[in-house]
């Protein structure tokens, strides 16, 4: 496999996306403008582009989350000659939302079959025109604004291509986002229709089969992970309200269709669970969270997931939950086509502190000897960064 270099991760880019052009310059630029010039330089030349192909096809830059741009027209001696080209407002203001304050902007765009898709923090889905930021379609899931929800965010959406020549006509190509009021829903890629076919009337409802103790808490805020036919979603979990708080059972399903293929819950069920040895069984039982909030990155030549996970619940205490809860606070490696676990790394053990791990893992080659080694690199709140080999365990 050959993966390209890794480079800083994204800036967040604001209310407003901002396209720019070469020119005289008007105003400093933002990371936010640096990467969606970059987007505006690629646009003309691959209006059917599949996410591989595009050069921002992903949340994190590619499937691997190396959130790095292999263009080189915008470099350091002529970056400060960007203008802007086009600028984009969403006109979510949050009329009618209970949680307006909360209102943000940290939805990355992607560019994949020659448009641009993002999300608002109301997990509005908006497609515009790369080239000059003219809005193509708009879908919007109707979320209850009347809602209390604990964490207000949509970090973006996922696209996907069936590649299967039988299947011809609309949806071919989706795009795929969870909202807050935990849906998973698919859209005509082209149109931003829902896709019928997939689940009831183009969306899965997420709460099915979970224990859920409070509606408004448990939500979807980072777009699923794709990984050939199959979308793997995880969890926001408002997980310091009390000890029995809703699971952070990761699962996937089918892209086409909407069935559920698997499902993994990082806690420990009984005695048969690979982590139950290291929790008190009595106590996982009514414990919740250890739930992958943040986004998961895919490596598609050994088929696996990777998931970060946040901290068992409650957050600042420990004595419900004995053990090293291992799982929670853990970069976990699953198989994409059953649910398997492969291998886990826990980075904070019995966690008190709230650190989930929130950054996207990184899927480089690191040389080793001269030889490349397929690796992982995990950032954390601890401000430890972490390096595995995510094949050799």
Same mark, same amino acid.
């Given at each position: ?12 880019? #604001?209310?407003a996306p901002?396209v720019?052009?070469?020119? +005289?310059?008007r105003r400093t630029?933002?990371a936010?403008? $640096? ?6 330089l690629?646009?003309?030349t691959t209006q059917a582009q599949?996410?591989?192909?595009s050069?921002?096809g992903f949340?994190?830059?590619?499937a691997?989350g190396?959130h790095?741009?292999?263009?080189d027209?915008i470099?350091r001696?002529?970056? =400060? %000659?960007?203008t802007?080209a086009?600028?984009?407002r969403t006109g979510?203001l949050?009329e009618?939302?209970?949680a307006?304050?909360?209102?943000t902007?940290e939805?990355?765009?992607v560019?994949a079959?020659g448009?641009?898709?993002? %999300?608002t923090a109301? =997990?509005?889905?908006?497609?515009l025109?790369?080239e ?7 879908y919007?899931?109707k979320?209850?604004?009347?809602r209390h929800?604990?964490d207000?965010?949509?970090r973006?959406?996922?696209?996907? %291509? &069936?590649?299967?020549?039988? /299947?011809?006509g609309? $949806?071919t ?5 969870? +909202?807050?009021d935990?849906?998973l829903v698919?859209?005509? *890629?082209? !149109?931003g229709q829902? $896709?019928a076919?997939f689940? !009831? ?6 709460? !099915? =089969? ?6 408004d808490?448990?939500e979807?805020?980072s777009p699923p992970?794709?990984?050939?036919d199959?979308?793997?979603?995880g969890?926001?979990?408002?997980d ?5 708080v809703?699971r952070?059972v990761?699962r996937a399903?089918d892209?086409r269709?909407?069935a559920?293929?698997?499902?993994? &819950?990082p806690?420990?069920?009984d005695s048969? /669970?690979p ?6 069984l009595?106590q996982?039982?009514?414990t919740g *969270? ?5 986004v998961?990155?895919?490596? %598609? ?7 970060? !996970?946040g901290?068992?619940?409650?957050d600042f205490?420990g004595?419900?939950?004995?053990g090293? =809860?291992?799982f929670?606070n ?5 198989d *994409?086509?059953? #649910?398997?676990?492969?291998?886990n790394?826990q980075?904070? /053990? /019995?966690?008190l ?6 950054a996207q893992p990184?899927l480089?080659?690191?040389e080793l000897? #001269?030889?490349p080694?397929?690796a992982?690199i ?7 960064l972490?390096v ?5 365990f």
């Open positions: 496999m050959s993966n390209k270099k890794l480079t800083r991760p994204e800036s967040r880019s #604001g209310t901002v720019t052009r070469f020119g +005289t310059r630029p933002t936010a403008v $640096c990467l969606s010039a970059l987007l505006l690629v646009s003309a599949s996410p591989d192909a050069d921002w949340y994190g830059g590619d691997f190396q790095f741009s292999s263009l027209q470099k001696d002529n970056v =400060n %000659e960007l802007v086009w600028t984009y979510e949050g009618g939302f209970t307006a304050s909360k209102l902007f939805a990355t765009p560019l079959f448009l641009l898709y993002l %999300e109301t =997990n509005i889905v908006i497609a025109n790369p000059t930021g003219v809005q193509k379609w708009r919007d899931p979320i209850d604004r009347k929800y604990s207000v965010a949509g973006g959406v996922s696209v996907w %291509e &069936d590649t299967d020549p039988k /299947h011809e609309a $949806c190509q989706r795009i795929f986002v969870g +909202t807050l935990a849906r698919a859209l005509d *890629a082209g !149109t829902p $896709c076919d689940g !009831t009337n183009g969306q899965v409802d997420l709460t !099915t =089969n979970l224990r859920i103790r409070d509606r808490s448990y979807v805020t992970a794709v990984v050939g199959t979308v793997v979603v969890s926001s979990v408002g310091n309200r009390a000890v029995d809703e952070g990761i399903f892209a269709t909407g559920q293929r698997w499902s993994f &819950d806690i420990p069920g048969s /669970h982590a139950a040895a290291e929790w008190n009595a996982a039982s009514t *969270a250890a739930n992958s909030w943040g998961m990155s895919v490596d %598609e030549e050994h088929g696996y997931v990777l998931i970060p !996970t901290s068992a619940s409650p205490y004595g419900k939950r004995l090293s =809860n291992r929670a853990s970069l976990l490696a699953i *994409a086509a059953n #649910g398997k676990l492969v291998w790394q980075l904070v /053990h /019995h966690d502190w709230d650190f989930d791990l929130g990184a480089v080659d690191v000897q #001269g030889i080694v397929p992982v995990q950032a954390t709140k601890t401000g430890m972490y595995f080999d995510r094949v050799l």
